[in-house]
């Protein structure tokens, strides 16, 4: 499969996230998204590929590993917090299984945690040092682009920025600190599009290995 060169050229950005935004967009309900997802590694694009994992295990034949691919999956906390905020009792453990499916098969996995005013500091604490039994090769923190429905409610406004600073601060890794402060930004300027977001300014070569 070949990225028409028209729709390449509508950025020149090196790093692109793909799927789920603030429209809760599955990437792993399109048909061919492992197609895809190698396309845009062959045109020399680093693809975030943004998912809630819930069929990771399932499709994970569907790509295969490339060290600009990163399996990106999202999570809202440790299990029962997860469970609760998805709606989907047991979804935790079917992230978990896809995410030792996709190391297993020797895919970079990215963590995206995200987080609101009631997140707890030491619970987002145990769930990266349960994930680093995974081998989770990176973690970001974001507000999952919903950082704009708090804006009616001012001082829930101005404390989110301080809890997502202090759960990335958890991270111990300045390139991936850096990548979720990116990602904020642009949740925040492309709140309205439902394709790929490039994160301009992102170095590369940067993701490639957590510290």
Not at 183 to 192: F, M, T
């Amino acid at each position: 499969m070949e990225i028409p060169a028209s729709v390449l050229s509508q950025t020149t950005a090196p790093v692109l996230w793909v799927g789920r935004g603030a429209e809760d967009d599955e990437p792993l309900q399109h048909p061919v998204i492992g197609r895809i997802a190698a396309a845009l590694n062959k045109a020399g694009r680093n693809v975030f590929l943004h998912t809630n994992g819930a069929r990771l295990r399932q499709r994970i034949h569907e790509f295969r590993p490339d060290p600009r691919l990163f399996l990106t999956i999202e999570l809202a906390g440790r299990e029962a917090a997860h469970d609760r905020a998805v709606a989907q009792p047991g979804a935790f453990r079917r992230v978990i299984e896809g995410i030792r499916a996709a190391k297993l098969s020797g895919f970079h996995v990215c963590a995206h945690v995200t987080a609101n005013c009631d997140t707890d500091l030491c619970e987002t604490g145990e769930l990266f040092e349960y994930l680093d039994n995974y081998d989770v090769d990176g973690y970001i923190v974001s507000s999952g682009g919903r950082a704009g429905e708090y804006a009616v409610d001012s001082a829930a406004h101005g404390k989110l920025p301080e809890q997502l600073e202090e759960i990335r601060s958890l991270v111990r890794c300045s390139r991936w600190e850096y990548f979720s402060l990116l990602l904020e930004s642009s949740y925040v300027a492309a709140a309205d599009r439902k394709t790929a977001v490039p994160l301009a300014g992102a170095e590369p070569a940067a993701f490639e290995e957590r510290a």
